[in-house]
């Protein structure tokens, strides 16, 4: 059992920068790999980045490649993702969620995770 509380989103401009952490609890959370998500206004839930339970493989959505860097500290029970070169269409509620059994072949599907936080609110000025 596993609980995700996301932090670190706000408002920022086109270019600038932002780091968001998933706090978790549950002395499992090394086990999980742990995935962001990220949803827009009239959007589905769409994958962002994912990262494994050792943290040695990560894997990130094509629209993020080169700009966010996904990492965890398990000693903090913490994830992070880093994100530079925002643009407008990064907009978005952020969520992370903890995923018991990675698979390279399903990580991007939401369906395959098991617990989610609450999301924060990234929002780019153009």
């Known amino acids: 059992q596993v609980q995700l509380v996301e932090s670190g989103g706000g408002l920022v401009q086109a270019g600038g920068s932002l780091t968001l952490s998933c706090a978790a609890s549950?002395?499992?959370?090394?086990?999980?790999?742990v995935g962001w998500f990220r949803q827009a206004p009239g959007n589905k839930r769409a994958f962002v980045a994912v990262i494994t339970w050792s943290g040695g493989s990560t894997y990130y959505a094509d629209s993020v490649k080169g700009r966010f860097t996904i990492s965890r500290d398990n000693a903090k029970n913490t994830v992070y993702l880093k994100m530079n070169s925002l643009k407008p269409d990064d907009t978005a509620v952020y969520y992370c969620a903890a995923d018991r059994f990675f698979t390279v072949w399903e990580y991007s599907d939401p369906r395959e995770y098991d617990y989610w936080g609450q999301g924060t609110q990234v929002t780019v000025a153009s």
């Open positions: 549950g002395r499992t959370f090394s086990s999980y790999a």
